[in-house]
C-alpha cells in the first residue's frame, strides 16, 4: 500500500502561482502513474494532470494545460504540481492518486490507489 501526502495548498491573488507536493511512502512500485485531481464544492471531481511512473509520460487536462506542469523528483518520492496563472475557477481541493490502470492516457483512470488528504487551493482577490 502506497501511503501520500500532499503539501503546498493556501490562498493566492488571481494570475499568482502555487506549487503542491506528493510525496509518496510505502510500496513505491505498486502503481503505474500519479495524477492529480480537484474537486470544487458542488462539482465533479476533475482530473487534472498524471504521469507513469515507469516512462515520465505526462497529460494535462484541457482546463489546465499551458498553466500547469506536473513533474518528479525519483530521490525524494514525490510528484509536484506546478500551478500558474491561477483562475478562480481554479479554487477546489487538490489531491494526489496513484492510478493501478488506465486506458489510453494516464487520465483516463481504470483503478485508482490511494489517495492522498487533500489541500486546499483558493484563489480570489
Known amino acids: 500500500q502506497v501511503q501520500l501526502v500532499e503539501s503546498g495548498g493556501g490562498s493566492v491573488q488571481p494570475g499568482g502561482s502555487l506549487r503542491l507536493s506528493c510525496t509518496a511512502s510505502g510500496s513505491t512500485s505498486s502503481y503505474v502513474a500519479i495524477g492529480w485531481f480537484r474537486q470544487a464544492p458542488g462539482k465533479e471531481r476533475e482530473g487534472l494532470s498524471c504521469l507513469t511512473r515507469r516512462d515520465g509520460y505526462t497529460n494535462y487536462a484541457t482546463s489546465v494545460k499551458g498553466r500547469f506542469t506536473i513533474s518528479r523528483d525519483n530521490a525524494k518520492n514525490t510528484v509536484y504540481l506546478q500551478m500558474s496563472s491561477l483562475k478562480p475557477e481554479d479554487t477546489a481541493v487538490y489531491y494526489c492518486?496513484?492510478?493501478?490502470?488506465?486506458?489510453?492516457?494516464?487520465?483516463?483512470?481504470?483503478?485508482?490507489?490511494?489517495w492522498g488528504q487533500g489541500t486546499q487551493v483558493t484563489v480570489s482577490s
Open positions: 492518486a496513484t492510478i493501478l490502470s488506465y486506458f489510453g492516457s494516464c487520465l483516463s483512470v481504470g483503478t485508482f490507489g490511494s
